[in-house]
């Protein structure tokens, strides 16, 4: 069935870099997407979304590009530091239906 | 403001047991939604309830069956436990359902022996 896919399950960055996680998705119909954090023990925790009819959207600190013609969606984080450490999750819905469909993850581990 | 609760926050059952894992939205939403997240991998939505009627289900047998109350929390109902259901089940709420932000609660760590 349809799914969004990442590319890399694990990221490590140095403080102080940016970090770039990237996803792709499969349906083509899809028309809001959503990046998730998640800390151990913890529930995703909405970071940034971004609507089909747009190409970037920026949040503190953090980015989402969104290129629909090659159905890939990217998270930047500036100056990345110990506290986002965490898993990532890019999501995608489609406005006719309510789920929300969850990439496998990626895993973002900062080196002081 | 409370956020998104759950409880129990850990449960261990056996095989074949029924189990009842309950939720209680943030304040202001009525929207609930339940996800399934196995170990290593992203939750898999299982169902959603609004106005006390399941919205659009995901790919569950029966077995896992749900109820949305007048005060909009919601139960999530699993009969006939398998080793297989062992995971972190997670409930989101929003306010309406389309495309709104949800809020996570921190889950119930489901353990079936």
């Known amino acids: 069935g349809e799914s969004v896919g990442l590319h890399l399950p694990t990221l490590s960055v140095q403080e102080g870099d940016n970090s770039i996680i990237n996803c792709a998705y499969s349906?083509?119909?899809?028309?809001?997407f959503i990046w998730y954090k998640q800390e151990s023990g913890k529930g995703p925790q909405f970071i940034i979304d971004?609507?089909?009819?747009?190409d970037k959207r920026q949040g503190q600190r953090v980015t989402v590009l969104l290129n629909k013609t090659v159905k890939h969606l990217s998270l930047q984080i500036a100056a990345t530091q110990p506290g986002d450490s965490a898993v990532y999750f890019c999501?995608?819905?489609?406005?006719?239906?309510?789920?929300?469909?969850f990439g496998p993850g990626t895993s973002l581990s900062v080196i002081p | 403001d409370a956020g998104v609760t759950q409880s129990p926050t850990h449960l261990i059952k056996t095989r074949g047991q029924q189990v009842t894992l309950r939720c209680s939205p943030k304040s202001g939403h009525d929207t609930v939604s339940w996800y399934q997240q196995a170990l290593g991998q992203g939750p898999q939505f299982i169902f959603q309830y609004y106005e006390e009627e399941e919205r659009q289900r995901g790919n569950f047998p029966d077995r896992f069956s749900g109820h949305q109350f007048p005060n909009y929390s919601s139960e999530l109902n699993v009969n006939a436990l398998l080793l297989g259901d062992s995971a972190l089940y997670l409930c989101a709420s929003s306010r309406g359902t389309t495309n709104n932000e949800q809020f996570f609660g921190p889950g119930t760590r489901l353990t079936v022996l």
């Open positions: 971004i609507r089909s009819n747009m």
């Open positions: 999501a995608e819905r489609e406005t006719s239906y309510d789920k929300v469909i």
């Open positions: 349906n083509s119909a899809s028309d809001y």
